[in-house]
Nanobody, 121 residues
Framework: QVQLVGSGGGLVQPGGSLRLSCVTS????????MGWYRQALGEQRELVAR???????DYADSVKGRFTISRDNVKNTVALQMNSLKPEDTAIYYC???????????????WGQGTQVTVSS
């Protein structure tokens, strides 16, 4: 079984910062990618940032230069440092991990429970 536990959401004023963290645990052979999606009220879920096992990262255009994703391959943890937050960053943020549980598995997607980020004055 695989578990993803996210933390770090909350309420922050525009221009402020938050740091999200997600720990992956359970029966894991290898992790391909780790990342964050978000879903605002009435909107579709969208990719925020994703980082691959080699360290390459992708970012949504709307967060480039403000958000930084990082991962710890030993602790199976991914973090998202969010700076210069804007009201439009308000959403539920979901941790997403692509991993294999055995050497014979294909890469499968797993999701965390979601954490609320609210940017408001």
């Amino acid at each position: 079984q695989v578990q993803l536990v996210g933390s770090g959401g909350g309420l922050v004023q525009p221009g402020g910062s938050l740091r999200l963290s997600c720990v992956t645990s359970g029966s894991i052979f290898s992790i391909n990618f780790m990342g964050w999606y978000r879903q605002a009220l009435g909107e579709q879920r969208e990719l925020v940032a994703r980082i691959f096992s080699g360290g390459n990262a992708d970012y949504a255009d709307s967060v480039k230069g403000r958000f930084t994703i990082s991962r710890d391959n030993v602790k199976n943890t991914v973090a998202l440092q969010m700076n210069s937050l804007k009201p439009e960053d308000t959403a539920i943020y979901y941790c997403n991990v692509g991993l294999r549980r055995t050497p014979w598995d294909t890469t499968r997607n797993y999701w965390g429970q979601g954490t609320q980020v609210t940017v408001s004055s």
